[in-house]
């Protein structure tokens, strides 16, 4: 799997937009990115993923650069709640590619 | 509907010992895959299991051991434990291999080697 680059730390306004950036120069034309983040002593929460279109949900939208070579998470409305280690990754798609390669991701602070 | 689910949710042991941690997928998935987070640490991928069968394993000594249960349900069996066993231990589950393989990560098991 690509392997991804994110900033280690992250500050944000409540209530303004959240942009988190990360880095997959090395990406495979069948990986897709996923986003999931890790509130303090949980397991990681499922927040969305895609492959090159760009993808809106519930919690976040995703927008991946035209080359694919980086994506950016953006979080519309940012609640202290959102506070969280958020991790971008690499994987391939489709059949028999279940492991999900976790790097350092990026430590978003909400304050107030 | 009920999310993955884990247990125990905490655990302590001493080293040598043994430990069996369990995991029950997410209503409609049939594939569990098992992760070790050392503190401060992303997840590392221990393995994963479909149709009863370790299909994928990381970079784990076989101390680390596994078994999916017909009703989709897993163990971790960790043998001869030493002290940087110490993690979360966190259970993921997925709908198998084709179509959408989102993993959903249970709450975790918190393991301490003393």
């Known amino acids: 799997d690509a392997k991804t680059t994110q900033p280690p730390s992250m500050d944000c306004a409540e209530g303004r937009a959240a942009n988190l950036p990360c880095n997959h120069s090395?990406?495979?034309?069948?990986?897709?990115v996923y986003w999931y983040r890790q509130i303090h002593s949980q397991g990681p929460q499922y927040i969305i993923h895609?492959?090159?279109n760009n993808e809106t949900n519930e919690m976040a939208s995703l927008i991946i650069t035209e080359d694919r070579k980086s994506s950016t998470l953006i979080l519309p409305h940012a609640t202290l709640r959102d506070t969280a280690v958020y991790y971008c990754?690499?994987?391939?798609?489709?059949?028999?590619?279940?492991?999900?390669?976790f790097g350092q991701g990026t430590i978003l602070t909400v304050h107030p | 509907d009920a999310g993955v689910t884990q247990s125990p949710t905490h655990l302590i042991k001493t080293r040598g010992q043994q430990v069996t941690l369990r995991c029950s997928p997410k209503s409609g998935h049939d594939t569990v895959s098992w992760y070790q987070q050392a503190l401060g640490q992303g997840p590392q991928f221990i393995f994963q299991?479909?149709?009863?069968?370790?299909?994928q394993r990381g970079n784990f000594p076989d101390r680390f051991s596994g078994h999916q249960f017909p009703n989709y349900s897993s163990e971790l069996n960790v043998n001869a434990l030493l002290l940087g066993d110490s993690a979360l231990y966190l259970c993921?589950?997925?709908?198998?291999?084709?179509?959408?393989?989102?993993?959903?990560f249970g709450p975790g098991t918190r393991l301490l080697v003393l």
């Open positions: 299991y479909y149709e009863e069968e370790e299909r």
């Open positions: 895609g492959l090159k």
């Open positions: 993921a589950s997925s709908r198998g291999w084709t179509g959408e393989e989102t993993q959903y």
């Open positions: 090395t990406i495979s034309g069948n990986e897709y």
């Open positions: 990754i690499v994987r391939v798609g489709g059949t028999s590619y279940g492991k999900l390669t």
